[in-house]
């Protein structure tokens, strides 16, 4: 079992920074590829990032590449999501997901999620 506690979000002006923080509880952190996802207001959830256990291998939406960025620090059981340029398209709210296996878009594949913090992007 793993629990996952996100932080961080916040209202911000266009072309301005967040960093996100999800801290996770339980064991064997470093065993679990770690996502980020978000849904906005009259949308279905998508996907924005993951990364793996030891954090050499990423993957992100086409719509955040180059601007967000993922890491993770294992020793403190947090994943990350550094939001840069932001745009207010990227207002949503924002969940971090983890899983076993490998990395993957898929939201169905992740098995533990977070509570979710809000990110409003203003014009």
């Known amino acids: 079992q793993v629990q996952l506690v996100e932080s961080g979000g916040g209202l911000v002006q266009a072309g301005g920074s967040l960093r996100l923080s999800c801290a996770a509880s339980?064991?064997?952190?470093?065993?679990?590829?770690m996502g980020w996802f978000r849904q906005a207001p009259g949308k279905e959830r998508e996907f924005v990032a993951a990364?793996?256990?030891?954090?050499?291998?990423?993957l992100y939406a086409e719509s955040v590449k180059g601007r967000f960025t993922i890491s993770r620090d294992n020793a403190k059981n947090t994943v990350y999501l550094q939001m840069n340029s932001l745009k207010p398209e990227d207002t949503a709210v924002y969940y971090c997901?983890?899983?076993?296996?490998?990395?993957?878009?898929?939201?169905?594949?992740?098995?533990?999620w977070g509570q979710g913090t809000q990110v409003t992007v203003s014009s």
């Open positions: 997901a983890a899983r076993r296996g490998g990395l993957t878009r898929s939201g169905p594949e992740y098995d533990y």
């Open positions: 339980g064991r064997a952190f470093s065993t679990y590829i």
């Open positions: 990364i793996s256990w030891g954090g050499g291998g990423t």
